[in-house]
């Protein structure tokens, strides 16, 4: 509460906790010169998926694996009762997150924020092209504001984004 903010631990796709994660909860923080996300250690290179470890034995349930930006769009569909999410923590995948979910034989839906344009999707999500079934949601009919992720305003807005999925 005295940061106004959220802390969260991030884990390797063992189950090991490896950093604290803080997320502000202040409107204005790009007013008062702060960051979003703080991490009480510095990481190195991205090579956990943040949720996998937690979930990864619920896949079988599920066709599809939903990649979002940020943790806080994964607790938001695990609240809703869906547990096939994970985050990249970034808009971007780098090559070690993207081998660990190619080896779930899933089909990858790539569900960034919104204004994440769909050549930022070719150039950096390429490695699932060749070795998955890969989708992309776009909000084509203006259910979120910029910089929304799809499942920030509600599980049923998300359900709408889901069906107009785009094959890549």
Do not use: C
Not at 1 to 18: K, T, V
Not at 72 to 90: C, H, I, P, Q, R
Not at 108 to 116: E, L, Q, S, T
Not at 129 to 140: G, S
């Amino acid at each position: 509460r005295l940061n106004n903010a959220i802390a969260f631990p991030i884990f390797d796709d063992d189950g090991n906790i490896i950093n604290i994660k803080k997320r502000t909860l202040q409107k204005n923080f790009k007013d008062l010169k702060r960051p979003k996300y703080i991490n009480l250690y510095k990481i190195g290179k991205l090579d956990y998926l943040w949720g996998f470890a937690q979930n990864k034995h619920k896949y079988n349930d599920y066709k599809s694996l939903i990649l979002f930006e940020g943790e806080k769009s994964v607790m938001k569909f695990e609240t809703a009762g869906y547990f096939n999410s994970v985050a990249l923590s970034t808009s971007s995948i780098t090559k070690e997150q993207a081998n660990t979910l190619i080896k779930t034989n899933k089909d990858i839906v790539i569900a960034m924020d919104k204004g994440i344009d769909m050549e930022h999707i070719r150039r950096n999500f390429f490695f699932f092209f060749r070795f998955t079934n890969t989708f992309v949601i776009f909000d084509r009919n203006g259910l979120l504001e910029d910089k929304m992720a799809p499942i920030d305003n509600g599980i049923e807005v998300f359900k709408k984004l889901y069906e107009q999925r785009i094959k890549i």
